[in-house]
């Protein structure tokens, strides 16, 4: 996570010291990353909640989600933004190789963006969370920055910086949402087993206090 971190912080600063910024009537890509296993908080519902707010923002908005959960919650309400979707994500730790996959069939599907947003959870430490964005623009929008001239970038080059500026994005995504997902999952597997021992402590306390009443009922 803090590699990718680092790699995804080094990219949002060059579209920041490029001064790119996209159009108003320009198309965007909402990316939602989630994953397709449960019993972590509402670790979900908060990238859900935040990637509707976008597409409420911005009606036609497509959306591309990655992971069951996320899936699920956003059909309920923009099903018909949604253009793609990734299972089997969250099993393991993400791998660079996975975002590559999943930036590679964006493209092949010819999803046309100005700009793309990435929801993911930030990861703030084991116990706290925050679902926040990650931006990547095209190539066009790219080119037309206020201060693209102070970079010398030729066409094919301008070409695979997208490409890869799209798969560092997701996999900087990927990365944070996992370590937020396993932070979750410990602090709700903590908090019931401290509830069942608690449980266990009532109830062998209630269980001795009924066996001594008949014990003292027999004398």
């Known amino acids: 996570m803090e590699v990718a971190r680092t790699f995804g912080a080094t990219q949002t600063a060059l579209f920041t010291n490029a001064d790119t910024k996209p159009t108003e009537e320009g198309t965007t890509l909402v990316i939602t990353v989630s994953s397709d296993r449960g019993l972590c908080g509402g670790i979900h519902s908060s990238v859900s909640k935040a990637s509707r707010k976008h597409v409420a923002e911005k009606p036609n908005s497509q959306v591309v989600v990655l992971g069951d959960k996320a899936k699920a919650q956003l059909s ?6 949604i253009r793609l979707s990734f299972n089997q994500i969250g099993k393991a730790t993400p791998t660079y190789a996975e975002a ?3 930036a590679d069939t964006i493209l092949k599907e010819k999803i046309e963006f100005d700009q793309a947003i990435i ?3 930030y990861f703030k430490s084991v116990i706290s969370y925050e679902a926040e964005t990650i931006p990547v623009f095209s190539e066009s929008t790219f080119s037309k920055s206020g201060n693209f001239d102070a970079y010398e970038v030729e066409d094919d ?3 695979n910086l997208h490409e890869f500026a799209l798969a560092n994005s997701i996999y900087w995504g990927l990365a944070e949402g996992h370590a937020s997902e396993m932070a979750s999952k410990r602090s709700a597997m903590e ?3 401290k509830n069942a021992g608690e449980m266990i402590d009532k109830l062998t306390l209630t269980y001795n206090r009924g066996r001594q009443a008949v014990i003292t009922s027999e004398l």
């Open 76 to 81: 309920r309400t923009i099903r018909n933004n």
């Open 100 to 102: 590559c996959a999943i």
């Open 119 to 121: 929801v993911y959870n």
């Open 157 to 159: 080059v301008l070409e």
């Open 191 to 193: 908090n019931a087993t």
